[in-house]
């Protein structure tokens, strides 16, 4: 059996040989370059395409920044009214009423606080006012106004004695305009002297025309005492 194997194997290689000197070693290395060829030809067509790696990444959608305009990291306001030293400050968009009156020196005493929001939040360009405390107007007594009477000239009526004549009237007080008045008429004012007068003057020119008499309470040197005394003897109309 084994001898019978060997023989086939013989011609086998005996045939093969025939067949190879028959076609040429350079037709054989040939057709082999040409299937190769061939071979890796149509695995670079009939191979799958590769999946785009786009595709296994999550597309992430960014929403387009809105158009609302950012607020300013830095406001200026008008702080006005019974504080210490009134005028335009700058402050912080995250600022409160009561940081705008700190910045303005503090509250005075005579600030009515109870009546505002001092936690309310403030804008740019806003004007913050402090009120002042109401105080209750002292009763004065002050003589009629008498209009002034025609008279006829006659001969001096004779007096007898124990009778007198009469006394003339009081004449009206007149009031002091504060928007126009000089320093001289202002110190004339009962209870204000020659440095009172310019401090009003120079508020005047600062701060602008008195909207009211109770103004006044913002002038360095004037309190609640003196702005009673005061009141019915100026104006500002």
Not at 17 to 43: D, E, K, M, N
Request: with cysteine.
């Amino acid at each position: 059996m084994a001898v019978m194997e060997n023989i086939d194997f013989q011609k086998l290689l005996r045939r093969l040989r025939q067949w190879v000197a028959f076609i040429g070693p350079q037709r054989i290395i040939a057709s082999c370059c040409t299937a190769v060829l061939l071979g890796g030809i149509a695995w670079f067509v009939l191979k799958p395409s590769p999946v785009p790696i786009d595709a296994y990444v999550p597309r992430v959608t960014t929403e387009s920044a809105t158009s609302t305009p950012m607020s300013p990291a830095i406001i200026t306001v008008h702080v006005a009214g019974a504080v210490n030293s009134p005028g335009v400050y700058r402050l912080p968009s995250s600022a409160r009423v009561v940081d705008a009156v700190a910045s303005a020196g503090g509250a005075l005493r005579s600030a009515d606080l109870e009546s505002i929001n001092l936690a309310q939040t403030i804008t740019d360009t806003e004007q913050i006012y402090i009120p002042i405390k109401k105080v209750s107007r002292p009763r004065v007594t002050t003589a009629p106004r008498l209009r002034p009477q025609r008279t006829t000239p006659t001969t001096a009526p004779t007096t007898t004695p124990g009778t007198s004549s009469g006394s003339a009237g009081s004449q009206p007080t007149r009031l002091i305009n504060l928007n126009t008045a000089t320093a001289s008429e202002l110190d004339s004012l009962t209870g204000v002297g020659p440095s009172t007068a310019k401090a009003i003057i120079a508020y005047r020119t600062k701060k602008g025309s008195f909207s009211k008499v109770e103004d006044l309470l913002n002038v360095p040197g004037i309190g609640p005492a003196k702005l009673a005394a005061l009141r019915d003897q100026v104006t500002v109309g």
